[in-house]
């Protein structure tokens, strides 16, 4: 790996200023400065220099992972944090860093254009450092929006469960979607603690729209119903579509004990019969 | 030697198991049990396991036979108040309890318990 000579670093020292110009005007003209105002753009550029002459000075050598640089790889992920989170997309957040390459080459140029060798030498290294800066750039940048996609499926497959209350002392539970092991295991949870919550005594499971019921889905189903009746409360299976009940049959799933009704909205006048109530139309 | 209290009321037996069960805790309870319905004659037991947050298959078998053994004694039994959990682990054990009428809790229990005994 080639070495920074020192006088390449005190030359960066010297022009922080002219340097931040230049980086600036050429975020500007390729539009990596989308959404993030001017004076928070110079406060990152003139910090990011500073860690930059700090980290020249004190390491010398363009290999990132010294402990040197550490200003600098925290500077960097803090930064592809942010932008993740603003929306920007990998490309705007590395052009940061990249844009730099032009002023800081420039310099270069005109510092030791007298030495042809140590300038070719010197680029090579500046150049060396800036891409691992890239680099890690985007590997934070990417982790973050790994997290952030992760964060997204959790929260999908809350929101994809939710237990209504239909009625005092009738809850609902309209699910959608395929249902697999994970899933019916989140649904039955919730389902069990809401009725303890609540204290509904019965529970009625919708599946109209459950695309198709397999004998997995079936036993999800059961047993789901089970827990509930052990818990003391009632469970009614609504929503069950022609197309359902051939599967059911044919596959010779035992449905055993289990209510089913066509519609939730005979599911709930069954409820209501069996708590003791009515309704219909007022005559 | 610590046991399960049974108590009395009218001409019910309520059982609440308030500490973690184990198997000779679960079997005392059973011969407590039995005993205390043929000296008082009573009409029906309630069960609560709500601060039950844990079982294992011994103890689930227990609450079946605990409550097959009393209907034979002629008293009508209800299980009630039991947690979600505990609800998961006897379905995924394969414990689904047939016969064994169950409430969401002690009032709704006793309901049910008074509405039966009046049928009789």
Known sequence: MAALHGSTSEAIKNNQA??????????????????????????????????????????GGSNLAATGWEGVRRFLEKLSVSRAQLGHDSHQAVYFIFALKGPLFGLL??????????????????????DGMGMHTIRTFQKTREDVIKRQQEELLELSTPVVKLWDGVLALPLIGT??????????????????????????????????????????????????RLMGADCIISGVRPQIAQTIVHLGLDLGTLTTKSNLADALKLALARLGGDIGKQV | MERIPILQMGEFLLVTIQVDMHDQLALTLQEDLTDRISHTSA????????????????IGRMIASISGLSRIMDAETMVVGMQPAVAITLVELGLTLPGVSTALNVERGMQVLRQRVSRK
């Open chain 1, 109 to 130: 140029q005109s510092h030791f254009s007298d030495e042809p060798a140590r300038l070719a030498e010197q680029l090579w290294a500046i150049s060396e450092l800036i």
């Open chain 1, 18 to 59: 002219q340097l931040q110009k230049e980086w600036l005007s050429g975020l500007e003209t390729n539009g990596a400065t989308r959404n993030i105002k001017e004076q928070v753009l110079a406060q990152e550029t003139r910090e990011f220099l500073q860690l930059l002459v700090e980290g020249l000075l004190s390491e």
């Open chain 2, 43 to 58: 009409q029906g037991v309630l069960i609560d396991i709500s601060a039950l947050d844990m079982v294992d298959s011994f």
């Open chain 1, 179 to 228: 249902l697999d092991s994970q899933r019916s295991q989140t649904v039955m949870e919730s389902l069990l603690q809401r009725i303890v919550d609540t204290g509904s005594e019965i529970a009625i499971i919708d599946i109209t729209g459950v695309p198709t019921v397999d004998t997995l889905v079936a036993q999800h189903l059961l047993k789901t119903v089970t827990a509930i």
